[in-house]
């Protein structure tokens, strides 16, 4: 298939210093073997999301939960940023400035050199304690054996947001921040079905960004774009990126 070309508007867009912010969902990680929950065959295929992505998942069977993240770590570890991460990283580097807003938890982007980010649906590689509610970083692919607990003796728990909780405030009130005054936002591989996150958009083309999306399908979000570019993220952002040098 033909990419599309970027139309000269976001030509100029992208070799501006404008403010930045970039999106992104499940599609970009995709390319490189991280499967998503919507695709057949993917990653909710047979799993009740309830068994073991919510609070009373948790509670009910722990090690079940942790089974299921553990196995999402291994798989996380084993594969590597693609182009559309390294894309994304270089974006960043131009120094204008930048944020990356990713419902993605793999960590994909922060090993393709991505700094300045907020992890809307949290991180695989981070720990929360259900006592004291502190977190930590723990990049081993395994937490074996399971469930982990914290040294005060409580669980451990995935400091991912899962369903039936809200997004973190913080992370969240930053991109909002920040979408006030994008000029460009891409928005990349994301269903633009899970709210809040999928407000952010939206929320920067009233207030005067022009909003790109790159999807390989048209989206809840196509018709307010200004521009829709059909194909998977690690050609067309490449290629973004070539159009603007």
Known sequence: MEQPAPTPRLVELLRASGPLLVLTGAGVSRESGIATFRDAGGLWEGVDPTEVATPGAFARDPLRVWRFYDERRARAAEVQPNAAHHAIAALERTGRPFLLATQNVDGLHERAGSASLVRLHGSLWRVRCT???????????????????????????????????????????????????????????????????????????????????????????????????????????????????
Do not use: K
């Open 131 to 245: 006592r004291e509610g502190n977190e930590r970083e723990d990049l081993s692919p395994s937490l074996a054996p399971l469930p982990p607990r914290c040294v005060c003796g409580a669980l451990l728990r995935p400091a991912v947001v899962w369903f039936e909780e809200p997004l973190p405030a913080r992370e969240f009130q930053d991109a909002a921040a920040f979408a006030r005054r994008a000029e460009l936002v891409l928005v990349v591989g994301t269903s633009s079905l899970v709210y809040p996150a999928a407000s952010l958009p939206l929320i920067a083309r009233d207030a005067g960004a022009y909003v790109v999306e790159v999807n390989p399908e048209r989206t809840p979000l196509t018709p307010d774009a200004h521009e829709h570019l059909e194909g998977p993220a690690g050609t067309v952002l490449p290629a973004l990126l070539a159009a603007a040098a």
